[in-house]
């Protein structure tokens, strides 16, 4: 229940092709989806969130897409650039203060 | 950056030792919630404080203890290490319970355990 899964686990992707990450959850009570952006030897930075009440938000070349009968949502990366090969970690914050993660997606964008 | 320090960067103990980490919150942030994060893992919550009293506990036994001062920074205590505490801690802060758009991570401190 306080799981949230994603997939892939890793992707390689050509320079100005789509990025897509999926992640699933289980529980409703979940009200606030981020996404993360985490390269080697930093901390987890905010790249972009959504509540269920949107369907879409879009900033810059990154998109979330939430469908929330299906609790699913995904981060598209348009024109994805070489500079975006990272670990994606979507997560998931509920009635309780505390995100719950996804396990990561490692992006690797080749010229 | 985030505005959020932690020290030291790296560490080397030893199974059985007793380690402290610290993590210097955001200006005007009073929360500040740790993680632990496993090689090729999503972190994982490990307790959160507000205001100096600790609010929320995620599943980590009671050798995981903290502390945050008056001026908001925090302490992540792990006694009796062992192997698997191997990975890289994060601290994160924000501002009041609940407000979960202004979490921000420190660069973490990366703990081996021999």
């Known amino acids: 229940q306080q799981q949230v899964k994603q997939s892939p686990q890793s992707l390689i992707v050509q320079k100005g092709g789509i990025s897509i990450i999926n992640c699933a959850y289980e529980?409703?009570?979940?009200?606030?989806f981020p996404w993360y952006q985490q390269f080697p030897g930093k901390g987890p930075a905010l790249l972009i969130a959504?509540?269920?009440?949107?369907s879409e938000k879009k900033e810059g070349r990154f998109t979330i897409s939430f469908n929330k009968s299906a609790k699913q949502f995904s981060l598209h990366i348009m024109d994805s650039q070489p500079g975006d090969s990272a670990t994606y970690f979507c997560?998931?914050?509920?009635?309780?203060?505390?995100?719950?993660f996804g396990t990561g997606t490692r992006l690797q964008v080749f010229p | 950056e985030t505005g959020v320090t932690q020290s030291p960067t790296h560490l080397i103990k030893t199974r059985g030792q007793q380690v402290t980490l610290r993590c210097s919150s955001q200006?005007?942030?009073?929360?500040v919630s740790w993680y632990q994060q496993a090689l090729g893992q999503g972190p994982q919550f490990i307790f959160q404080?507000?205001?100096?009293?600790?609010?929320g506990r995620g599943n980590f036994p009671p050798r995981f203890s903290g502390l945050q001062f008056p001026n908001y920074s925090s302490e992540l205590n792990v006694n009796a290490l062992e192997l698997d505490d191997s990975a890289l801690y994060l601290c994160?802060?924000?501002f009041g319970q609940g407000v979960k758009e202004t979490q921000y991570f420190g660069p973490g401190t990366r703990l081996l355990v021999l």
């Open positions: 994160a802060s924000s």
């Open positions: 529980n409703t009570a979940f009200d606030y």
């Open positions: 959504i509540r269920p009440d949107v």
């Open positions: 997560a998931a914050w509920g009635n309780t203060d505390k995100l719950i």
């Open positions: 200006s005007g942030h009073n929360t």
């Open positions: 404080y507000y205001r100096e009293e600790e609010n």
